[in-house]
């Protein structure tokens, strides 16, 4: 679990961050056409999205291309429309990179069964979307050949310290969004990935961050006071502070937008963040920022609570009701299954319905959930049928 840090946000910064939220919507009216309202048509139409995200950790799926189709047959018949991989795990890739190792286990496995080319080929079989997931965003395991090789490149708290533990024990640097040599790299990887083949745009989500008592290497300090004329305050909540922070990272969200159009490139950027409060004070994500302003065109926001009333809870966030009425797709992302916390059916049910009640669409975490590994199941065959039922139910 990730910790909760209380971040004051002063009456002076709430004014600020009002203005900055005008200054967009205006900006975005006064670019629509005469008498319409921004993406009005888009917000009035049903969200009936529904997919999975599927990864290489813990699962056998990547490493067999007939596992591959099974699944996406199995996927489309149960009325899955999308499917989100991985293409960028623990600093590695899944394919020959210039920017990055390829993945050990498919090296081993065959670096020609090409997980997420297959991908995409067998989705266009069946009309169910690919969309390429960055999940480790820029984040890079400490030990990583990237964070040894270019310390220059990484992230520090104010005691020195260059990673930070998640996902159990695991040991996780940061690279830095404001280092122009991380932004070329981490750009180069998405073009990258995106011309290989082809798929439906591409998948940030909440370690596309800049981690909010992270910032005190060299590089950042330097930086900030050429930028500004003062010194890193010791504090990590300072307003001020976290504000310049999270403007370096939409600075690198729209340099990645900027490229991708030059390079003639699926534009659909879908943002999965965690819920918003904690995304804007630990993770620097401006999100509502980001959607308003039209830097990303569809959220999946993370809705990982486990009873039902913290599930509605989450589900009536302010920036989530702002998003509606801008008309900005909205999926819901639901745990399935992971690890030992798997979704009972029931309440699989109450929450597709509950999040399609809101007008969102719905994306389960993750593939070993549905019928895999995650959750306790005799007959593979009936509990694909339980999830068809599930589905056509929750329309």
Request: charged share 20%.
């Amino acid at each position: 679990m990730r910790r909760v840090l209380s971040v004051p946000c002063s009456a002076n910064g709430t004014w600020i961050r009002l203005a900055a939220i005008l200054t967009v919507a205006f900006n975005l009216i006064q670019a629509s056409p005469v008498g319409a309202s921004p993406r009005l048509d888009e917000a009035l139409r049903p969200r009936k999205q529904v997919g999975v995200w599927l990864t290489n950790s813990p699962s056998p799926l990547y490493y067999s291309r007939s596992q591959i189709r099974s699944a996406m047959q199995r996927l489309r018949q149960s009325e899955f429309t999308r499917v989100v991989p991985n293409v960028w795990s623990r600093g590695t890739t899944f394919h020959r990179s210039r920017y990055a190792p390829t993945e050990p286990t498919l090296i081993r496995a065959g670096i020609g069964i090409d997980p997420i080319c297959t991908l995409a080929t067998e989705g266009r079989k069946r009309e169910i979307q690919v969309m390429p997931w960055f999940e480790y965003g820029l984040m890079e395991p400490a030990d990583s050949a990237v964070v040894q090789a270019k310390p220059e490149w990484v992230l520090s708290r104010a005691d020195g310290q260059r990673w930070m533990t998640l996902h159990g024990n695991h040991r996780m640097a940061w690279l830095n969004p404001s280092h122009p040599e991380v932004r070329q790299r981490f750009i180069g990887l998405v073009v990258e990935t995106l011309k290989r083949c082809s798929m439906h745009g591409l998948q940030l989500d909440d370690h596309f961050a800049w981690p909010v008592e992270f910032g005190y290497d060299r590089f950042t300090r330097a930086l900030y006071r050429e930028q500004t004329g003062l010194e890193v305050p010791r504090d990590y909540t300072n307003r001020h502070w976290m504000t310049w922070r999270r403007r370096q990272l939409t600075n690198l969200l729209r340099e990645l937008r900027t490229r991708l159009k030059a390079e003639g490139l699926p534009m659909k950027i879908s943002l999965s963040p965690g819920p918003f409060r904690q995304a804007y004070n630990l993770w620097l994500q401006d999100w509502e920022l980001w959607a308003m302003g039209g830097l990303i065109d569809e959220l999946v926001v993370q809705n990982y609570a486990y009873s039902m009333p913290g599930f509605a809870r989450d589900l009536d966030q302010p920036a989530l009701h702002k998003a509606r009425e801008w008309g900005v797709p909205t999926q819901i992302g639901i745990l399935a299954g992971f690890g030992r916390r798997t979704t009972s059916m029931n309440d699989l049910k109450n929450k597709i319905q509950l999040s399609r009640s809101r007008g969102h669409g719905v994306i389960f975490f993750y593939w070993e959930g549905l019928c895999g590994q995650h959750r306790d199941t005799s007959s593979v065959n009936q509990c694909w049928a339980e999830w068809r039922s599930l589905i056509s139910s929750g329309k």
